[in-house]
């Protein structure tokens, strides 16, 4: 074993000894006599003269590689000792069912996988969270809200199977969802996913990074809630249990000083720090533990360390000169990790070996109780008394960080083996240590065939478990349906301006502005509505919401604003309906996704607009998006300055050509890019009506644009056209060919037709296309119902297309695979343009031409379409339209 030589360690060098003594014993006294809070006041004090005297100190942050709480602090635990071994043993049911069930599934099918040593680390950090904490919803409280770290997902089944909420039968469908259904039963999902565990998941933590940032901004939201008046404030805390691998993740910590700004006491995270990540170390050569702890206290959180168990307090409190501290502070983690998978002789040798000091008090102790030294996070009694005082902490938020075990009690299996992470099974010889180690009731024949422990209803454990879930409110996970409805006012009440317009000038995203105005004034329904941005609100012209319902601010307005003698000025208010993100799109989604979801996590609909510039959307913040589609979150996307040509000026890196393609793959996401007012509106209205009022899960993406159009006036006829993807501008029954456009590039498709007629008296037929993606969806599921049933239901786009074989030009803002996704359902020639290609600064026209959808392109491919190979007459017809034949594909340069 090679350790850093001790020239590697800094020596704090003291240059008068007996000064420093004299300093220490002068503290020691004003703590034994006055008290820590004293001891405290005086330091901030010496601090603060520090400063003012020019001496430049700083606190070093992290405190030393041991328990913030001491012994003498921890509160009784609940029930006592023999509370403690009951839960205890039940801890052990629960890593026995767990390893049970992942390694059966894997016995069966090897390709199913699954994890053991997480929760194997995590289980009794649980286990003190299920027994004492994790409060229910029922009748009188609204309930805490918890995020599971994802992969200790077998453990939170197993205590379901314990507390009956999922039978045997159901945990032999771990991972097997699809074969569970077909058996009439309803399968575990691996990670936690409400879209396929909806009455038991409520957070989709699966993919790593999105479960803390998640967590902030819904203990953020709840407190939105509260101050506005919509929920009561009853105490209800946030808890998230994460792994210390996850807080790489930068959305981990990207909103660590908004939970400590907004001073988020309802928050608790639970970092497990088993010091591994899959592939190793989370960091081998330092300690991840003082990491998070310089990030956390930085960024103004209370932290608590819950490093050692109660067997250490002994080893400290023999510790007089601090060598065993010493030694702690200096083991970095890849070597506690190589102290973790080795015995207590080894450990003699190797941890307590190091100084004199330490080997005395290592000689106090048996090779085996060095083997049984546990980690804090394995010890119920210091865990209790981490989460209780996190959870009574006030002014901050809180974060514990336990150390444990990686594959705890796996023994040489697994037990802080650098492979443990991927281990899905385990030999009989190592299911029997496994049983040994734990003491759990099971024959060897019952262990080899991996036989699920349930102890009998009138055992201590049942009972046990049973009471303190009563007392808690009842079971944990649950998300709950959320039946309450909202009556959405009527269309001509929110939108009247957009439907009778009559050619008035604006862009779609001043008309939803002015819907979104329009819907906060509602007196019944507008408080419900949350506008979100991130820092563009002037870009979209939302300024006059600002006065109109205020914004967000915990503190209310402690300044005078700069602008507070306009109409329209900054204000900021306890109450204000606005969240102002800030420029944080990842943080703004995640204040979506709470709010988007408050009908079950609080049984309070709230219906958020998030408004954002639509490139920074699905493809830069794609997966919270997609956590948010897991957990049912219904409410509107809004894409604004959206379209690859439209945005113009702004270049490269912010002209969206692509977000609705992504917004395609999303199976509950309703994406629309409307080109009138008109249209925006009733898109809008249904998407309320089947959000709020028919309580369908899905939720809307919507494209706006910062383009004025000439605004026509709601046509006859075309609402249902409007929400299935298509309609009509004018039938033209003899047109020779058929002009498809969306959004701001509608009115080229336009102007093309009328470039046809009056240079070639060719007739072409206009349609809005305001959803590919509905006509698509609609299409492949009238085809397949063709297929299976014989059905002779055409999909929407064949209907409104058939009975003329002219061909079909669609143009579209974005990328060519938009259009192209109909294909299959057009029944004629098809031709489709689009914005493929990096995009660059320029003006509208000149970008529509370079990407060739600008009107006169239209009109030539609808030439090449009705001449075919006619050569010389589409030349000549070039020159009158002035394209020029020779430039570059978009795509290639
Ligand atoms: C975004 C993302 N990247 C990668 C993964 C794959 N993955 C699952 S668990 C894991 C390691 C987690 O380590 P840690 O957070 O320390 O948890 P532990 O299992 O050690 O408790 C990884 C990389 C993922 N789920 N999500």
Redesign the pocket.
Known sequence: MSRPSDSDIPQDIDLDAQETQEWLQALQSVLAEAGPERARFLLSRLSAAAQQWGVNWRDARNTPYVNTIRPEQEPPFPGGSDAQAIEERIASIMRWNALAMVVRANRAYGELGG?I??FA??ADLFEVGFNHFFRARDAQFAGDVVYF????APGIYARAFLEGALSEEDLAYYRREIEAKRVGRQGLSSYPHPWLMPHFWQFPT????IGPINAIYQARFLRYMEHRGLLQDQGRKVWGV??????D?PESLAALSLASREKLDNLIFVV?C?L???DGP?RGNGHIVDELETLFAGAGWNVIKLLWGSDWDGLFARDKDGELVDALNRTVDGQLQTFAANDGAFNRQHFFGQTPGTRAIGATLTDEEINRLRRGGHDMKKIFSAYQAAASHRGQPTVILAQTK?GYGMGAAGEGKMTT?QQKKLDEESLLQFRDRFKLPLSDEQCRELAFYKPADDSPEMKHLHARRAALGGYLPRRHAGDARRTVPPLEAHSKFALETDGKEMSSTMALVRQLGNLLKDKDFGQYVVPIVADEARTFGMANLFRQVGIYSSQGQLYEPEDIGSILYYREAKDGQILEEGITEAGAISSWTAAATAYSVHGTPMLPFYIYYSMFGFQRIG?LIWAAADQRARGFLIGATSGRTTLGGEGLQHQDGNSLVTAASIPNCVSYDPAYAYELAVILDEGMRRMMERGDDVFYYITVTNENEAQPSLPDGVQDGILRGMYCLGHKPGAQVRLLGSGPILKEAVTAAALLQQHWQIEAEVWSVTSYTELARDGVAAQRAQRLSGSDGQPYVSAQLQGSAAPVIAVSDYIRTLPESIRAFVPAPYVTLGTDGFGRSDTRVNLRDFFEIYARWIAYTALCEVWGDERSRLEEAARTLGIDMNKPLSSSV
């Open positions: 994890h040593a997480s680390s995590a770290q994802p992969h200790s699966g993919s790593m990074g994460f792994g210390d691998g996850e807080m993740e497990n088993n591994q990540r899959l989370v990686k992470h997966d």
